[in-house]
T-cell receptor
Framework: DTGVSQDPRHKITKRGQNVTFRCDPI?????LYWYRQTLGQGPEFLTY????????KSRLLSDRFSAERPKGSFSTLEIQRTEQGDSAMYLC?????????FGPGTRLTVL | GENVEQHPSTLSVQEGDSAVIKCTYS??????FPWYKQELGKGPQLIID?????GEKKDQRIAVTLNKTAKHFSLHITETQPEDSAVYFC??????????FGQGTRLTINP
């Protein structure tokens, strides 16, 4: 296993711009999760896929956020019209059972 | 929904001593309890986990105990080393559902 990978690792954008992040899970992991982590806090759940089906979305996921996993492999998380409050580390995890393995994260800074 | 409380928020121990971090959870349906170690700028790394059918699990210098009746679980690190310095998070979930994390403990090992 090569582990969960995320791209980009860092993103700096201006308020109002759209950004998209990608997550590649561990191969054969059918579950993929997105979390958000702000400084000094634990990760907070955003959304979860089993294969290509999005099974749960947090109330944290406003309508400016959208996530997809079109072929049940990689996933993208898009944030439209970014706000300064969106600045955080966006973490992706994958699993084939209950154990979740995390990627390195994408750090988003909104100026 | 589930709520996880973690204590202490910071912990400083002498190299070679033991460290203990405690968590409580609110949802009696939770049955999976992982612990993650996070270093600066990196994603959380799974270090040990325990399921509700087991009361204790050990892996070399790391052990976790679970008290289902009291709804709390603890991480024990023995013979601490400088490389154990990091932020540690406990979490709880039901099956392969979302993880709910504690607030984290910053562990510092003093040489």
């Amino acid at each position: 296993d090569t582990g969960v990978s995320q791209d980009p690792r860092h993103k700096i954008t201006k308020r109002g711009q759209n950004v998209t992040f990608r997550c590649d899970p561990i191969s054969e992991h059918n579950r993929l999760y997105w979390y958000r982590q702000t400084l000094g806090q634990g990760p907070e759940f955003l959304t979860y896929f089993q294969n290509e089906a999005q099974l749960e979305k947090s109330r944290l996921l406003s309508d400016r956020f959208s996530a997809e996993r079109p072929k049940g492999s990689f996933s993208t998380l898009e944030i439209q019209r970014t706000e300064q409050g969106d600045s955080a580390m966006y973490l992706c995890a994958s699993s084939k059972a209950d154990t979740q393995y995390f990627g390195p994260g994408t750090r988003l800074t909104v100026l | 929904g589930e709520n996880v409380e973690q204590h202490p928020s910071t912990l400083s121990v002498q190299e070679g001593d033991s460290a203990v971090i405690k968590c409580t959870y609110s949802d009696s349906a939770s049955n999976y309890f992982p612990w993650y170690k996070q270093e600066l700028g990196k994603g959380p790394q799974l270090i040990i986990d325990i399921r509700s059918n087991v009361g204790e699990k050990k892996d070399q210098r790391i052990a976790v105990t679970l008290n289902k009746t009291a709804k709390h679980f603890s991480l024990h690190i023995t013979e601490t080393q400088p490389e154990d310095s990091a932020v540690y998070f406990c979490a709880a979930s039901w099956g392969a559902q979302k993880l709910v994390f504690g607030q984290g403990t910053r562990l510092t090992i003093n040489p």
